[in-house]
């Protein structure tokens, strides 16, 4: 499959952090689309100006504006809000662009948490009357701090907070940078963007369903973000399913890694000609100690299809790896389609 990565070629998703200062937003960018571990997170540095960034997947550019937190949104022009960051704008387009607002607020600072939702309604009013298409979310940020029971009050008094504008579907994640939460949240924003949307949640379901398959999920290579999943709840284990299915990526890449780097050595090349870990035809398998089976699924060279198997399912490996290929085809038909 010849893939386009012109960015004419893709729709554009705009992603604007807001928050006060040290919330966590910079780092939140870093460690999904940066690829920055939680070993890294101490060394991020404050962001003092506007910084936009911008990455591709499978089914859109998005834009990603990390706003400040040291600035009020009030304080920049409305009127400029389209224009690039390097003339002082803010870099999100005009009111029929595709925005997703994400506002980060630290769960632990109780001094600022007030504060912080005073501005959030602000912030709210204004990106709500200059793009009335945008969505909204809110990140409770820095929640592997806190027990259970904090995190239900704080999340109930955020809710109660927000009653008078929630016309624009603000929704609320307790996220963290040191595990699979904060994954979780981002795809689940990004997806609301996606017009394809239900119908890959429509082709998963009627896949998982001719497959035999438990649990599905279409993942970005890259940033191990989800494209789309089933509508079948996840069975509860040690991990959750998806952190599962996320880290089989990882391992598959790191393998691969490990294996060209030998055979660059052997044969003298450089790391220029490293062949990529994935590609359209990717497969791979793996029993998890769990007896849990996994299959990865290559789609495109960044984009995957990652499953978990259930166990009689292999005994009809014929008719599973049909629909999977099916699946493939038709994801791909649909990718050319929409850059057309």
Sequence with gaps: MEEKNSQEDLEEIILLFLGPRLAGKTT??????DGLQPTQIIYVEQTIEVRVDTQMNAFAKMKIVDFPGMKD???????TWHLPASENGLDIGDNTAKLAVIYVIDSQDGQSYRNALTDLYKSAELLKNYNKNLTFDIFMHKSDGLNEEELNAIHDDTLSYIENIND???QISTTSAMDQ??????????????PEQAQL???LNLMINNANVAKAYLMDVRTKLFIATDSSPAENTQLSIYEICSGMIEMVDGISNVYEGARLSEIGDSDEDIMPAFDENHESWVTMKEEIVLCL???????????VVREDALNQRGIMMYNLNLFRQTIRKTLEQSRT
């Design 168 to 170: 624009v579907g603000i």
């Design 28 to 33: 939140i960018k870093e460690r999904i689309f």
């Design 181 to 194: 939460t904060i994954f979780d949240a981002m795809s689940k924003v990004i997806q609301k963007r996606i």
């Design 297 to 307: 699924y290559g789609i495109t060279s960044n984009l995957a299809l990652v499953c």
């Design 73 to 79: 949104l009030s304080e920049v022009p409305q009127d």
């Design 201 to 203: 949640e429509k082709w």
